[in-house]
């Protein structure tokens, strides 16, 4: 699916972050989260509030121009997610939990990401869609899971915990005939996955097997060739996005 160089706006300190896409989202740290398809940066503005803990973020972009994201609107409340077109403006997705972070969105709408629920602390993945509203997509081992990215075909993909600890987390597949499929790593403890395309390739990174550094290296998983490693320009760290 498209992705774009994203913005985030905030009145508090937050970290600037970029993906690459077409067409391109940008924001500067204390800017209003942006888009732009040519020179000009249309301010999106914040979704509610404007005190010092106030933010608007925006996290992915399809090619209708739907975006999705996260707000704040105070010191007090939780994070939540909210979708933006330029139609509607700032919709809140009203998603509960006690954090939702909306990650990525399909070409046909769908929103992915996770939220915080009694007992997964850390995340429970969902999808959102605006026909049948929020659907828990499960856990490897009902630890924790992150959604990050779904394509047209219902394919969607993350990562999630198999063990204890941020060491233990695995790539997974989910759909709506398998549930969530642990996609392994390279050899090493942890693999985590971040797009998913139209032809249902994935692409991440995992910690390889020894006598290999442990220490991230690019992936492409597809369902014929499983995790296949990318390499690196000459350093020891790559990462796929």
């Known amino acids: 699916m498209p992705r774009c160089v994203l913005a985030a706006l905030a009145l508090c300190s937050l970290v600037a972050c970029r993906e690459t896409v077409e067409p391109g989202l940008v924001r500067a740290p204390g800017q209003p989260a942006a888009m732009t398809t040519s020179h000009d940066i249309p301010d999106l503005g914040l979704f509610l509030g404007s005190g010092a803990c106030t933010f608007t973020a925006a996290n992915a972009i399809n090619t209708a121009g739907q975006v999705v994201g996260t707000f704040r609107e105070d010191c007090i409340t939780n994070t939540r997610s909210h ?10 997705l009203n998603l509960g939990g006690l954090t939702a972070l909306a990650n990525g969105i399909s070409e046909n709408g769908v929103v992915v990401g996770q939220r915080a629920v009694p007992g997964h ?15 828990e997509l499960g856990f490897l081992n009902n630890g924790y ?3 990050l990215s779904a394509n047209s075909s219902g394919q969607i ?13 695995h790539a997974f597949l989910w759909t709506a005939a398998t549930g969530m499929v642990d996609l392994g790593t390279m050899g090493g403890q942890r693999s985590e996955a971040f797009d998913i395309n139209e032809s249902g390739q994935i692409v991440g990174w995992s910690v390889p097997a020894p006598p290999a550094l442990p220490v991230p290296t690019a992936f492409i998983w597809t369902q014929s060739t499983g995790m296949v490693a990318i390499g690196t320009l000459g350093g020891d760290i790559s990462e796929a996005f």
Do not use: C, I
């Not at 993909?157 to 987390?169: H, K």
């Open 83 to 92: 979708m933006w077109t330029d139609a509607t403006g700032f919709v809140d």
């Open 145 to 147: 899971s992150r959604a």
């Open 121 to 135: 602390g850390q995340g429970a993945a969902f999808m959102w869609t605006a026909s049948d509203g929020l659907t």
């Open 157 to 169: 993909t993350g990562y999630a915990s198999v063990g204890v600890g941020l060491t233990t987390e």
